[in-house]
């Protein structure tokens, strides 16, 4: 079965500073690969997703980049706000009726 | 649509009683997931159902754990006979297969077993 590696498992930076979050998987059949925030207390939700056929995706602040060739993808962050605090979960798919196979989370503390 | 949702919020239960959780799937959903949540080994894929049929069951931990589907709509989760490392936080995802595999989660249900 799939296997997703997630590094670091805690990450402070300062209030406007980027952050990298990185994953590596180990079923090449996989095709998608979401990331999650989960604020405490509170559920996992979808905060920007990549597909094979694509090497890079941006929205705003957040954006992915994805090796297939390596299988490892990254989550970046620049100017990162008080409010980017919570875990970060990578995931990855075969896409389908597949689960998502999530890595360990990365804690993100902004630091004021 | 009010999203995934799930019962009871919070569980506290002894050990050796049956524990039943629920969640119902988004509308039109297809494909649902139950994950189990805790510090030590994070988000753990226990089953995984499509057009309410069990796909894998692989990642259920022991024969106490059990899952159904009933109807397309809606799924249970049973513990029997719970024990106290069973405690965690357990989420269903729903996902609409073949358009986008986006999984939603339910907020959670907080199990303690004392």
């Known amino acids: 079965g799939e296997n997703v590696e997630q590094h670091p498992s805690t990450l402070s930076v300062q209030e406007g500073d980027s952050a990298v979050i990185k994953c590596t998987y180990s079923?090449?059949?996989?095709?998608?690969f979401p990331w999650y925030k989960q604020e405490l207390g509170k559920r996992p939700q979808l905060i920007i997703d990549?597909?094979?056929?694509?090497g890079e995706k941006k929205d705003q602040r957040i954006a992915v980049t994805l090796n297939k060739t390596a299988k490892h993808f990254s989550l970046h962050i620049t100017e990162t706000q008080p409010e980017d605090s919570a875990v970060y979960f990578c995931?990855?798919?075969?896409?389908?009726?597949?689960?998502?196979?999530f890595g360990k989370g990365t804690h993100l503390i902004i630091q004021p | 649509d009010a999203g995934v949702i799930q019962s009871p919020r919070h569980e506290v239960t002894e050990m050796g009683q049956e524990v039943t959780l629920r969640c119902k799937l988004i509308?039109?959903?297809?494909?649902l997931f139950w994950y189990r949540q805790t510090m030590m080994r994070g988000l753990e894929l226990l089953i995984y159902?499509?057009?309410?049929?069990?796909?894998?069951d692989s990642g259920m931990p022991e024969d106490r754990f059990s899952a159904k589907m009933p109807n397309a709509s809606f799924s249970t989760l049973k513990i029997q006979p719970s024990e106290p490392r069973d405690s965690a936080v357990y989420f269903c995802?729903?996902?609409?297969?073949?358009?986008?595999?986006?999984?939603?989660f339910g907020q959670g249900t907080r199990l303690t077993v004392v």
């Open positions: 995802a729903s996902s609409l297969t073949g358009k986008n595999t986006e999984a939603f």
């Open positions: 079923d090449s059949a996989s095709n998608y």
């Open positions: 990549i597909r094979s056929n694509v």
């Open positions: 995931a990855a798919s075969r896409g389908g009726a597949d689960g998502l196979t």
């Open positions: 509308s039109g959903h297809n494909s």
């Open positions: 159902f499509n057009n309410n049929v069990p796909i894998d």
